[in-house]
């Protein structure tokens, strides 16, 4: 039986879950590791912000990367926590790397003229 990884076993223990969206959260030697899954839009960016909230607030770190390969669709909803993620993150001396961004999320930050407000790694 294969050891599940560190990410896998923290998805387990942290973060939210709603029918259409995913988000867990972990902080390890000072990096907040965030996976978000499913549909980022209005009906679920409230519990991406309160999981980003709750670790700026409760976790000393210096990055957060949020990996958001497993987005399956992304509105200007999306966009708008996103970057109020990106504000929040300034505003505490944190660097934002979002990881692996899906098409849709690339096609929003693109098509909105943001692509290098924001770091991303593919």
């Excluded at 709603?18 to 965030?34: E, F, I, K, N, P």
């Excluded at 210096?62 to 970057?83: K, M, N, P, Q, Y």
Aim: charged fraction near 25%.
């Amino acid at each position: 039986m294969k050891k599940a990884g560190w990410r896998q076993r923290a998805w387990r223990r942290a973060g939210m879950t709603t029918t259409d969206l995913s988000v867990q959260a972990l902080t390890v030697d000072g990096v907040t590791y965030m996976a978000v899954r499913g549909e980022l839009d209005a009906a679920t960016t409230d519990a991406v912000r309160t999981v980003a909230q709750r670790a700026v607030y409760n976790s000393p770190f210096t990055e957060l990367r949020i990996d958001l390969a497993g987005i399956a669709s992304c509105d200007t909803f999306g966009l708008r926590v996103l970057i109020e993620i990106r504000e929040l993150c300034t505003e505490h001396g944190i660097e934002l790397v979002l990881e692996r961004p899906a098409p849709c999320v690339l096609r929003v930050i693109g098509l909105a003229g943001l692509d290098d407000v924001f770091g991303t790694d593919s």
